[in-house]
C-alpha cells in the first residue's frame, strides 16, 4: 500500500480509501465487517461512509452502514487503527425519512454529528463532510448552472464553518471537508476561513473516473493552489469501468438491482467504455485497475475510494495501488478522452 496525509494535517492515510455505502442494502453487516478486516491486512486504513447510507437511500436501511462500522469497533476494539470519515446531508426532497430539519444550520449538523458518532459507537469522526450544497447549484450530473436570484446563501458560508469549529475544540470531529462541491462552493469557504480563522475544507469528495474528468477544468488548480484533497467517488462509474457491462447491464449488479443510476450508460459513454477497454486489452491489463490506476497516479488525488460487493472485488480494486501506467497506455487514455470529453459528467 500507499500513503499520505490529509492536506495540512499529520494524519496518515492510505491512497486506496474503503467506501462502504454498500453496506445495510447489498451487504449483509457480517460482509461489511469481512470487508474492513481485509482491507486492513492489505494496508487500507481508510473508511468512508455517511448518515444516509445505505445506498439507495431510504428509511427502512438509513444509517445501516455507520451501525455495521460501529458493530465492528465495537467487537474489534481498533478505532485506533481507522482514519473515518462521515458526511452529513444536505436539504433534498427523498430525504426527509433522515431528520426534520435537513441542511446545515446549527441545530441540524448537531444532530447529524450526535446520531452519527452513537451509530458509529465512537466519540469523534477524523473528517466529516458536508454531503452536497446547501445553496442552490449544479451537481449530481446537473449541467448548466441557473442562478436563483432568491437563494440568498452568502452569510451561510462563515455560519456553517463557525459550527464546524465548535465541534472541533469539542473533540468531536478532527478536520472538516466538503462532498459534491463546484469551484465557486470551496473558493468561498476557504475565503471564510482565512477571514475568520476557522477550520480550513482540506478535502473535496467528487465524482471522478474516466468518464468524468469535468473537475480538471475549474476545481484542480484550487486543489493544487491552496493544498486541498480530491476524494474520488464511482472512480469506476458503478462497474461500468471495470468491463463487466460491455454486453449488457449484469442483472445482480448496482445498475442491475438499481436502474434510476443511469449516469454512466448513455450512448457517449457506453462508446468512451469500450474504448478504454480496448487499451486495457491491448497491453495486457485488467481493465479495472487500469481505471484505477489512472486516478490512483493524479497528483491532485489524495485517496480514491473503492467499493465492492464481494471479496474478490476488493482484492482487485487495492491490487490497482501496484499497476504503473505507460506512458503509453496513459497517451492512449488522453486520447480517447478527446473524443469523448466527460461522456458521464
Given at each position: 500500500?500507499?500513503?499520505t496525509?490529509?492536506?495540512?494535517?499529520?494524519?496518515?492515510?492510505?491512497?486506496?480509501?474503503?467506501?462502504?455505502?454498500?453496506?445495510?442494502?447489498?451487504?449483509?453487516?457480517?460482509?461489511?465487517?469481512?470487508?474492513?478486516?481485509?482491507?486492513?491486512?492489505?494496508?487500507?486504513?481508510?473508511?468512508?461512509?455517511?448518515?444516509m447510507?445505505?445506498?439507495?437511500?431510504?428509511?427502512?436501511?438509513?444509517g445501516?452502514?455507520?451501525?455495521?462500522?460501529?458493530?465492528?469497533f465495537?467487537?474489534?476494539?481498533?478505532?485506533?487503527?481507522?482514519?473515518?470519515?462521515?458526511?452529513?446531508?444536505?436539504?433534498?426532497?427523498?430525504?426527509?425519512?433522515?431528520?426534520?430539519?435537513?441542511?446545515?444550520?446549527?441545530?441540524?449538523?448537531?444532530?447529524?454529528?450526535?446520531?452519527?458518532?452513537?451509530?458509529?459507537?465512537?466519540?469523534?469522526?477524523?473528517?466529516?463532510?458536508?454531503?452536497?450544497?446547501?445553496?442552490?447549484?449544479?451537481?449530481?450530473?446537473?449541467?448548466?448552472?441557473?442562478?436563483?436570484?432568491?437563494?440568498?446563501?452568502?452569510?451561510?458560508?462563515?455560519?456553517?464553518?463557525?459550527?464546524?469549529?465548535?465541534?472541533v475544540?469539542?473533540?468531536?470531529i478532527?478536520?472538516?471537508?466538503?462532498?459534491?462541491?463546484?469551484p465557486?462552493?470551496?473558493?468561498?469557504?476557504?475565503?471564510?476561513?482565512?477571514?475568520?480563522?476557522?477550520?480550513?475544507?482540506?478535502?473535496?469528495?467528487?465524482?471522478?473516473?474516466?468518464?468524468?474528468?469535468?473537475?480538471?477544468?475549474?476545481l484542480?488548480?484550487?486543489?493544487?493552489?491552496?493544498?486541498?484533497?480530491?476524494?474520488?467517488?464511482?472512480?469506476?462509474?458503478?462497474?461500468?469501468?471495470?468491463?463487466?457491462?460491455?454486453?449488457?447491464?449484469?442483472?445482480?449488479?448496482?445498475?442491475?438491482l438499481?436502474?434510476?443510476y443511469?449516469?454512466?450508460?448513455?450512448?457517449?459513454?457506453?462508446?468512451?467504455?469500450?474504448?478504454?477497454?480496448?487499451?486495457?486489452?491491448?497491453?495486457?491489463?485488467?481493465?479495472?485497475?487500469?481505471?484505477?490506476?489512472?486516478?490512483?497516479?493524479?497528483?491532485?488525488?489524495?485517496?480514491?475510494?473503492?467499493?465492492?460487493?464481494?471479496?474478490?472485488?476488493?482484492?482487485?480494486?487495492?491490487?490497482s495501488?501496484?499497476?504503473?501506467?505507460?506512458?503509453?497506455?496513459?497517451?492512449?487514455?488522453?486520447?480517447?478522452?478527446?473524443?469523448?470529453?466527460?461522456?458521464?459528467?
Amino acid at each position: 500500500m500507499k500513503y499520505t496525509t490529509l492536506p495540512n494535517t499529520d494524519i496518515k492515510v492510505s491512497k486506496i480509501c474503503l467506501g462502504t455505502m454498500t453496506w445495510g442494502e447489498q451487504n449483509t453487516e457480517a460482509e461489511g465487517h469481512e470487508q474492513i478486516e481485509f482491507a486492513l491486512e492489505n494496508g487500507v486504513n481508510f473508511l468512508d461512509t455517511a448518515e444516509m447510507y445505505s445506498i439507495p437511500g431510504k428509511a427502512e436501511t438509513q444509517g445501516s452502514t455507520e451501525k455495521i462500522i460501529g458493530s465492528w469497533f465495537k467487537k474489534s476494539g481498533k478505532r485506533e487503527d481507522v482514519v473515518l470519515t462521515s458526511k452529513v446531508v444536505g436539504p433534498g426532497n427523498s430525504m426527509e425519512h433522515i431528520r426534520d430539519n435537513l441542511g446545515f444550520s446549527k441545530a441540524a449538523i448537531t444532530d447529524a454529528l450526535h446520531k452519527s458518532l452513537k451509530r458509529l459507537q465512537t466519540d469523534y469522526i477524523d473528517l466529516y463532510q458536508l454531503h452536497w450544497p446547501e445553496r442552490y447549484t449544479n451537481f449530481f450530473g446537473k449541467l448548466g448552472y441557473e442562478h436563483d436570484e432568491n437563494d440568498q446563501w452568502e452569510d451561510n458560508f462563515k455560519e456553517v464553518l463557525e459550527t464546524l469549529d465548535g465541534f472541533v475544540k469539542e473533540g468531536k470531529i478532527r478536520e472538516v471537508g466538503l462532498s459534491n462541491e463546484t469551484p465557486y462552493g470551496l473558493s468561498r469557504f476557504l475565503e471564510e476561513s482565512r477571514k475568520h480563522n476557522l477550520p480550513k475544507m482540506i478535502t473535496v469528495q467528487n465524482p471522478y473516473n474516466l468518464l468524468n474528468r469535468k473537475d480538471e477544468i475549474g476545481l484542480t488548480e484550487i486543489l493544487h493552489r491552496e493544498n486541498v484533497g480530491l476524494f474520488p467517488y464511482s472512480p469506476l462509474g458503478m462497474g461500468t469501468l471495470s468491463g463487466k457491462h460491455l454486453d449488457g447491464i449484469q442483472g445482480n449488479s448496482r445498475l442491475g438491482l438499481f436502474p434510476q443510476y443511469k449516469r454512466y450508460s448513455n450512448d457517449q459513454a457506453v462508446k468512451a467504455t469500450k474504448a478504454y477497454a480496448e487499451i486495457a486489452k491491448k497491453h495486457h491489463l485488467n481493465f479495472a485497475q487500469m481505471s484505477l490506476a489512472f486516478i490512483n497516479t493524479r497528483p491532485f488525488v489524495t485517496s480514491n475510494i473503492i467499493g465492492a460487493t464481494s471479496i474478490k472485488q476488493l482484492k482487485e480494486n487495492i491490487g490497482s495501488i501496484d499497476l504503473e501506467l505507460s506512458q503509453e497506455v496513459l497517451e492512449e487514455i488522453n486520447k480517447i478522452h478527446e473524443t469523448y470529453p466527460n461522456p458521464a459528467p
